[in-house]
Nanobody, 127 residues
Framework: QLVESGGGLVQSGGSLRLSCAAS????????VGWFRQAPGKEREGLIC????????DTADSVKGRFTISRDNAKNTVYLQMNSLKPEDTAVYYC??????????????????????WGQGAQVTVSS
């Protein structure tokens, strides 16, 4: 099970940090991605990190503003979001790879790969 937290309302230019906490399995053994979905739009991949931090990837839409990190002791992955814009308003999801042995990750919304999803956290950026 994955649980996101840390969402909320922030002004344009502000920052938020989302957390993705896992229970029932070791998140350190899997690639993790962050995704978002705005009303009326398709789910969009943002950033991912592989197991062991071997590899990461970031979508152009958030490059230079969003970063991903792990705290293996807390079985948690974080999404640090800086310089937020109103167009970043969406429900944010984390997802974990089913494959414990993959050394890469993908920001594609690959539901065949990302089998474990959180319930989502609302982020609203006011102008």
């Amino acid at each position: 099970q994955l649980v996101e937290s840390g969402g909320g309302l922030v002004q344009s230019g502000g920052s938020l940090r989302l957390s993705c906490a896992a229970s029932g399995f070791n998140l350190a053994d899997r690639a993790v991605g962050w995704f978002r979905q705005a009303p009326g739009k398709e789910r969009e991949g943002l950033i991912c990190i592989s197991r062991g931090r071997f590899y990461s990837d970031t979508a152009d839409s958030v490059k230079g503003r969003f970063t991903i990190s792990r705290d293996n002791a807390k079985n948690t992955v974080y999404l640090q979001m800086n310089s937020l814009k109103p167009e970043d308003t969406a429900v944010y999801y984390c997802a974990a790879d089913w494959d414990e042995y993959a050394f890469d990750c993908t920001v594609k919304v690959d539901r065949g790969r990302y089998l474990y999803w959180g319930q989502g956290a609302q982020v609203t950026v006011s102008s």
